[in-house]
């Protein structure tokens, strides 16, 4: 399954714009933070996604995490 990158808009509605793939982690990650120092991190973020297709990773990147629960001293 391959490895997407896209371009993620930071306002109030997320904006996804795929801008390639690769089959490697390793490379898709090294191209994203080549990517990173060319862009405006405050408008814009570049993010690696994997999945089976576009669909299921724009997907992933439009899914709301869950915030991690409070244990321990963290409360």
């Known amino acids: 399954m391959p490895y997407y990158i896209y371009r993620v808009s930071t306002g109030p509605v997320k904006i996804l714009e ?26 814009m973020k570049i993010k690696v996604v994997f999945g089976e297709n576009e669909i299921q990773a724009e997907e992933a990147l439009m899914s709301v995490r869950e915030a991690e629960p409070l244990t321990g001293d963290d409360w």
């Open 18 to 43: 795929k801008i390639t793939e690769f089959d490697a982690f390793k490379d898709a990650s090294a191209e994203a933070k080549r990517m990173r120092k060319e862009v405006d991190l405050a408008k």
